[in-house]
């Protein structure tokens, strides 16, 4: 993508948590709702056709870009996204870390990531904006991830050069994140349904949480953006939810999952002031409505009306 800096506004489209596959085995899965992903085959078409409507000059991708992590599942998402004509850029989420990380590694190659440089890190200017992809999926703890040394060393760098201007940081995990599930009760289900009712009973709260695993070394994230002299904008996904909070001058966006409700993406719609950041629903896949499972009172998903469309002015006060 070209670097520019002029000052006409800007579109980009953030996604996440496509978990592309073609594999028939996972259309049982429930996370926050029914997750649909045996369908992949069937939407495709119209998630690209959904895409180019919304016209963005660039696609970011936060994450669990596949499934299973193979490299199948990489092919057909790359084939998918490929096909909107648009320039798109991931970052790699837990799944892609799956299968001994055979999708993070095709991701990493086809962007001409040598092996020996380590982290998957990189950045574009853009408009007004430097964008920074942050891979935070070195191992940590049990089901946490960490951003590792050289991660940390790329940010840092990156927000000195870019002091004083609009950072969007991307990454999948997020760096900070106020809604915990604990707050809504009955959440995360079983690994199965029955008969389109859930099999088993739902974990609730701090087992969530644990199960759902965070970055283990986010403040040190969240301290480097909080000094940095830049109005940073920490999009993230994960969490397959809407969510959107400002701490210490930082601005955090959760961006939910294209493969269950509420099967949106976000626009950022951004110039030389400042930017509006929304929800956008993906409603010709259908997904949102064949994932919505009443009994899980999963409203709260599409996160609150103030969360979802939001102007964020760039200098800081
Ligand atoms: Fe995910
Ligand atoms: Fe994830």
Redesign the pocket.
Same mark, same amino acid.
Request: glycine fraction near 24%.
């Given at each position: 993508m070209p670097a520019n800096s002029g000052t006409a506004g800007r579109r980009l489209l953030f996604i /996440? !948590?496509t #978990?592309f596959t073609r594999e028939r085995g996972a259309e049982n899965t429930v996370?926050l709702n029914r997750a649909i992903l045996n369908r992949w085959e069937a939407v495709k078409d119209r998630l690209v056709r959904e895409i180019k409507a919304l016209r963005p000059d660039a696609i970011i991708h936060c $994450? !669990?870009f596949t499934q299973f992590g193979t490299a199948d599942d990489y092919k057909f998402g790359k084939s998918i996204m490929d096909a909107t004509g648009i320039a798109w850029h991931a970052v790699p $989420?837990? #799944?892609d870390a799956l299968a001994g990380g055979a999708a993070k590694n095709a991701m990493r190659r086809e962007r001409g990531i040598a092996e020996r440089d380590g982290c998957f890190c990189r950045s574009m200017a853009f408009g007004a904006a430097a964008v920074a992809l942050l891979d935070v999926c070195a191992p940590g703890e049990g089901a946490n991830f960490a951003a590792d040394s050289r991660a940390l060393d790329w940010l840092a760098r990156l927000l000195e050069e870019n002091r004083g201007r609009p950072v969007f940081l991307a990454s999948h995990h997020p760096v900070s994140n106020k809604a915990s599930v604990a707050r809504y009760g009955t959440i995360l289900g079983s690994d199965g349904l029955d008969g389109g009712r859930l099999a088993s009973g739902p974990v609730r709260g701090r087992d969530f949480d644990r199960a759902l695993g965070k970055i283990e070394n986010a403040g040190k994230l969240k301290r480097l953006l909080e000094r940095s002299g830049c109005t940073a904008i920490a999009f993230s $996904? #994960?969490w #397959?939810i809407n969510a959107f909070h400002a701490s210490n001058g930082v601005y955090y966006r959760t961006v939910p /999952?294209v493969c269950e409700y509420p099967c949106e993406a976000v626009i950022a719609d951004f110039d030389a002031r400042g930017a509006r950041v929304r929800s956008a629903p993906l409603s010709s896949l259908g997904l949102r409505e064949e994932s919505l499972i009443a009994e899980r009172r999963n409203a709260w998903a599409e996160g609150a009306r103030r969360a979802r469309d939001v102007f964020v002015p760039f200098g800081r006060a």
């Open positions: /996440s !948590d #978990h996370w $994450g !669990d $989420g837990n #799944h $996904g #994960h #397959h /999952s």
